[in-house]
């Protein structure tokens, strides 16, 4: 079971993306969705998880406050709003989705199901 992104692309600085994340039916049960990225030469990291059934909504500190994690149940859909982008936020993005606890999934990723990623780039 692959997760499917989409949405990346070039943008300047300042400027917004919104990445999808498309859940196939057959990784539910999920209690967790999650956003994470890496750039070259840098380890993956946690930028935005949501807990499906609670909504609540959990980020990173360099995304706090630009970015928003949120789903569309309907369409088996999560979608990572950014704003305010800038140059360190350059990197693919993953998303992820699984059974575990949602609250520390961003330093604890331990997802069941990946996506391939999809490149943001910010000059």
């Known amino acids: 079971v692959q997760l499917v992104e989409s949405g990346g692309g070039s943008v300047q600085a300042g400027g917004s993306l919104r990445l999808s994340c498309l859940i196939p039916t057959s990784a539910y049960p999920t209690n967790c969705v999650g956003w994470f990225r890496q750039a070259p030469g840098k380890e993956c990291e946690g930028v935005a998880a949501?807990?499906?059934?609670?909504?609540?909504?959990y980020y990173s500190d360099p995304v706090n406050g630009r970015f928003t994690i949120s789903r569309d149940k309907a369409k088996n859909t999560a979608y990572l709003e950014m704003n305010k982008l800038q140059p360190d936020d350059t990197a693919m993005y993953y998303c992820a989705a699984g059974q575990l606890r949602c609250s520390t999934s961003l330093t604890k990723p331990d997802f069941r199901f990946w996506g391939q990623g999809t490149q943001v780039t910010v000059s």
């Open positions: 949501i807990h499906t059934a609670l909504e609540d909504t």
